[in-house]
C-alpha cells in the first residue's frame, strides 16, 4: 500500500488548500482513510477519516472548517481546508487501514489503529 500526500503549501490566515492522498495498492472494500496532522513539539492529532460507506468524522476543532472527501474512481482521499488560521500550521499524513465500524468511532484519537501512512505534506499558514 503507497499513500501519496500532495497539495500543502504556504498560505495566509483566511486562505484555503486543498491537500490530495494518492491511495494505491489497497483492494479492501472496508477501508478507512483519515487525515492527521502533526505540530512541531505536539502529538499527532487526528482531524478526519472517512470510510468505505462514506461516512465521515471531524475533529472538534476543524469541524465546519475542513471537508474531507474520496474519489474512488481516482484512488484519492481529500482535504478541503477553508478559513485557515495559524493554528492549522502543521505536517499533515494521510493514512489508510481496514477498521472495523467501533474502531472507526475511535479512528481520530488513536493513530496506531491505522498502519499506512504517507509522508506528510507541509501546511503553513501565516497570520
Known amino acids: 500500500v503507497e499513500l501519496v500526500e500532495s497539495g500543502g503549501a504556504s498560505v495566509q490566515a483566511g486562505g484555503s488548500l486543498r491537500l490530495s492522498c494518492a491511495a494505491s495498492?489497497?483492494?479492501?472494500?472496508?477501508?478507512?482513510m483519515a487525515w492527521f496532522r502533526q505540530a512541531p513539539g505536539k502529538e499527532r492529532e487526528g482531524v478526519a477519516a472517512?470510510?468505505?460507506?462514506?461516512?465521515?468524522i471531524y475533529a472538534d476543532s476543524v469541524k465546519g472548517q475542513f471537508t474531507i472527501s474520496q474519489d474512488n474512481a481516482k484512488n484519492t482521499l481529500y482535504l478541503e481546508m477553508n478559513s485557515l488560521k495559524p493554528e492549522d500550521t502543521a505536517m499533515y499524513y494521510c493514512a489508510a487501514d481496514t477498521l472495523t465500524a467501533i474502531q472507526f468511532l475511535g479512528a481520530l484519537t488513536f493513530p496506531t489503529l491505522f498502519g499506512y501512512w504517507g509522508q506528510g505534506t507541509q501546511v503553513t499558514v501565516s497570520s
Open positions: 472517512i470510510n468505505s460507506d462514506g461516512n465521515t
Open positions: 495498492g489497497y483492494s479492501d472494500s472496508t477501508y478507512c
